[in-house]
């Protein structure tokens, strides 16, 4: 232990030793925050002797947590310390599953994740007759974040219903009250439910709350430059009034407006925690020079951040190499030709290589080049495996049993061989009738799913027995497998199966990680017996990440995912307009600055070799016709890279084309205003205000604060946002 404190500087070992007052770290890339949070948990535990389960970690996604985990368990050479380390989702789910009865809601609720939430509203669209030309999938997105947001602003249906603003609002508000229904029947909730459920119990059941509190003598927040509301509102409550909180951030890094975060949580910490310690961390220990040096300057072209001072002692490395490309073709053909170059000549291994990109959307290139370069990658944080249809199907099955619920159901029974659209029909119609629930009507002794189908004995039967086995709580793995096979299901998957395709392949790969699972249940952790139930509520919370990890792949992601994480090479492409900034964010001054801070994560991620990529003259459907340069490309330092241009790439993988040191073109002028009248906003200075009037340029805001007033304030001024 005491060799570990040798090896933090001196910022970083006052943070691991604070522990008698709330403690915040604000500091750059690199710095060393995670670090300090797993160091000082360790140190938690090992000298000031907390037992492991009363320290409670948030991190930002599940892969963070598990490396945290990990980490811990080196640095204290014990593989049985278990502090409570989950993302905020997870945290709140195994809240709810103990304090549930708190707000009426069943202890056996499901959590939904994104693909069933777009089910439900795809079929409450259809049954309001609402999209008749089948354009259903912009129409759905949208009312979804709509429901989100007036979720996370606590906006329940009726208050939305009384108050929209235009026709799309009250039809999205009508969309959300049905939703909300649909919810309440089948004894479900969202993954905002999770968190807001939460913090209902917790503000209306003082005596729910103090055992929270008592439960956490320590309580530590990573990646808190991206915090919303809600969740500090969370933290708030476990901690306020002790001095056991530490959290650390980088407000450079915050990438989740969008989702609510706010940086104002994380700059104005000390206005909650008045006698709270700030501790700087200057040093950063990821990249080399070159690296640091060309994020860092590129961070300062925002406008609405605090200047922060970061060095490395580390090597001077090489410079970062920016490349243009003719198509997206000879973008990934180069990356796999440098990546087997890197392997080959310089002694990198796969694992050591990221390829980070903007939008999920840029994958499909490099996996295809990848597969046949036959370079191993793994895909984190997005739709591979999960999202085949053979593992969705054969969640289904587990869930049709476990939780019955009826989306599950459906789709069980349509993989059913001569069972379709209109059977299925019926059997909700008689469920109804005789007001059973779907998975009881089709396991009823009276067997009156007869009545509408003979085609169903065999899948009756499984599910009977199946369920027999599902309360005596028996294996997962068993369970699925009796349900795949005795279904009928796994001759259908093998008939289809050839050559090319290998699906049943999916299956076992499933049938693997059940069993990793349930070598590693512990029921505390879940505050679940039943093995298949706290299965199936890990698998929901995962639903937005995938962890198909295997030590020496290269890892494709978006730079969101890559929060947190860092590498000896990383590959960040698809910098062109349109992709990155994304359409979407071509917006607001405050949107744009949100961008270019996703440019700095990504950057900041490499710790040895930088590339930057883009691709200029092909056609894409991605952009608005021919692919150019993001406007950051010319934002980045031209001294701080080397630069190739019209790369075109042979099918033998060599690369011809002219070099051109510098880039010439003219700084184009930043985004237009989006602001519009009536919109809320908030000034860096005057705080929150109402746009009155828009005078051309200028805008006319009345400031909440009466000290301010109405003022009149350029439009697109940096420190005016939405
Ligand atoms: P990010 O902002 O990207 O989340 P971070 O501030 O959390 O970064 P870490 O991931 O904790 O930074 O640390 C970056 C790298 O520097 C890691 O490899 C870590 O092990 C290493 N590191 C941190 N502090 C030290 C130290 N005192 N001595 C040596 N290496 C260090
Ligand atoms: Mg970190």
């Known amino acids: 232990m005491n060799s570990l404190l040798d090896s933090l500087n001196e910022q970083q070992l006052l943070a691991v030793k604070t522990t008698d007052n709330p403690l915040r770290i604000i500091a750059g890339a690199g710095s060393g925050k995670t670090r300090v949070i797993t160091t000082k948990i360790a140190y938690l535990i090992n000298v000031k002797n907390i037992f492991p389960r009363k320290i409670l970690a948030m991190t930002f996604t599940n892969k963070a947590a598990k490396e945290m985990k990990e980490r811990i368990k080196k640095m204290l050479d014990n593989d049985n310390v278990n502090p409570f380390i989950s993302t905020f989702h997870a945290f709140c789910a195994r809240v709810l599953r103990e304090e549930c009865q708190a707000i009426g809601l069943d202890s056996?609720?499901?959590?939904?994740?994104?693909?069933?939430?777009?089910?439900?509203?795809?079929?409450?669209?259809?049954e309001m007759k609402l999209n008749d030309d089948g354009s259903l999938n912009k129409f759905d997105r949208k009312a979804l974040s709509k429901i989100s947001f007036w979720k996370n602003e606590l906006t329940e249906p009726d208050e939305a219903l009384s108050n929209y603003e235009n026709i799309e609002e009250k039809a999205f508000a009508k969309i959300y009250e049905k939703y909300q229904e649909?919810?309440?029947?089948?004894?479900?909730?969202?993954?905002?439910?999770?968190?807001?459920?939460?913090?209902?119990?917790?503000?209306?059941?003082?005596?729910?709350?103090?055992?929270?509190?008592?439960?956490?003598?320590?309580v530590m927040v990573d990646e808190f430059q991206d915090t919303n509301e809600i969740q500090f509102d969370?933290?708030?409550?476990?901690?306020?009034?002790?001095?056991?909180?530490?959290?650390?951030?980088?407000?450079?890094?915050?990438?989740?407006?969008?989702?609510?975060?706010?940086?104002q949580i994380i700059m104005d910490f000390h206005k909650t925690y008045a006698n709270a310690v700030t501790v700087v961390l200057n040093e950063n220990y990821r990249s080399t020079k070159q690296i640091l040096n060309l994020a860092n300057d590129f961070i300062e072209h925002n406008k609405q951040r605090e200047k922060k001072t970061i060095f490395t002692n580390n090597a001077g490395g090489e410079k970062a190499k920016l490349k243009e490309f003719a198509s997206r073709y000879g973008e990934a053909k180069f990356v796999a030709n440098e990546i087997n170059r890197l392997v080959t000549e310089q002694n990198y291994r796969f694992g050591d290589v990221f390829i980070l990109y903007r939008i999920n959307a840029w994958s499909q290139e490099f996996e295809k080049t990848l597969d046949n370069a036959k370079i191993p990658y793994q895909l984190i944080g997005s739709i591979k495996f999960r999202e085949r249809k053979v593992i969705k199907d054969s969640i289904a099955l587990l869930k049709s049993v476990a939780i019955r619920d009826d989306l599950s159901l459906e789709r069980a029974l349509k993989l059913?061989?001569?069972?379709?659209?209109?059977?299925?029909?019926?059997?909700f119609n008689l469920a109804s009738e005789k007001q059973l629930p779907l998975f009881d009507l089709i396991i009823d002794e009276e067997n009156s799913i007869k009545q509408v189908t003979k085609n169903l004995d065999k899948l009756r039967n499984t599910f009977i027995h199946a369920k027999t086995m599902f309360e005596a709580n028996e294996s997962v793995v068993k369970i699925l497998k009796y349900l795949i096979i005795e279904s009928g299901y796994e001759t259908i998957?093998?008939?289809?199966?050839?050559?090319?395709?290998?699906?049943?392949?999916?299956?076992?790969?499933?049938?693997?990680?059940?069993?990793?699972?349930?070598?590693?249940?512990?029921?505390?952790?879940?505050?679940?017996?039943n093995m298949t139930l706290a299965f199936l509520q890990e698998e929901s919370l995962a639903s937005n990440e995938d962890d198909e990890t295997?030590?020496?792949?290269?890892?494709?992601?978006?730079?969101?995912?890559?929060?947190?994480?860092?590498?000896?090479v990383v590959f960040v492409v698809g910098l062109n307009r349109d992709i990155f900034p994304s359409k979407n964010s071509m917006l607001t001054i405050s949107e744009f600055e949100e961008e270019r801070r996703a440019l700095y994560v990504a950057l900041t991620r490499a710790k040895e070799v930088l590339y930057i990529s883009y691709i200029k003259g092909e056609y894409s459907h991605l952009s608005s016709g021919t692919l150019i340069e993001s406007k950051f490309v010319k934002e980045l330092n031209s001294d701080l890279y080397s630069y190739e241009s019209n790369l075109f790439v042979r099918h033998d993988g060599s690369v011809f084309g002219q070099n051109r040191t510098k880039l010439s073109q003219p700084l184009e002028e930043v985004v237009e205003s989006k602001i519009k009248e009536?919109?809320?906003?908030?000034?860096?200075?005057f705080g929150d205000g109402v746009v009155i009037k828009k005078l051309g340029k200028q805008l006319q805001i009345a400031f909440n604060d009466p000290k301010y007033g109405v003022m009149v304030i350029a439009a697109n001024n940096p420190v005016l946002s939405k």
Not at 198 to 209: E, G, N, Q, S, T
Not at 416 to 427: A, S
Not at 556 to 567: V, Y
């Open 493 to 529: 998957v093998k008939t289809l199966d050839d050559k090319d395709r290998n699906e049943w392949k999916n299956i076992e790969a499933l049938f693997d990680q059940l069993e990793n699972f349930e070598k590693s249940f512990n029921p505390e952790l879940y505050g679940e017996e």
């Open 234 to 263: 969370l933290i708030k409550f476990l901690t306020n009034g002790k001095n056991n909180l530490t959290v650390v951030g980088d407000p450079d890094q915050t990438i989740y407006s969008w989702r609510g975060a706010k940086i």
């Open 416 to 427: 059913t061989p001569k069972v379709g659209g209109v059977t299925i029909e019926k059997i």
């Open 108 to 126: 056996k609720f499901l959590i939904l994740d994104g693909n069933d939430q777009r089910s439900i509203i795809k079929k409450i669209i259809k």
């Open 182 to 218: 649909h919810l309440l029947k089948h004894n479900s909730v969202d993954f905002d439910d999770l968190q807001i459920l939460v913090y209902k119990i917790f503000r209306d059941h003082p005596d729910v709350l103090q055992k929270w509190r008592d439960r956490f003598d320590y």
């Open 550 to 568: 295997e030590s020496n792949r290269v890892s494709l992601l978006t730079i969101h995912s890559a929060k947190g994480l860092e590498n000896k």
């Open 678 to 685: 009536n919109d809320l906003v908030t000034h860096i200075m």
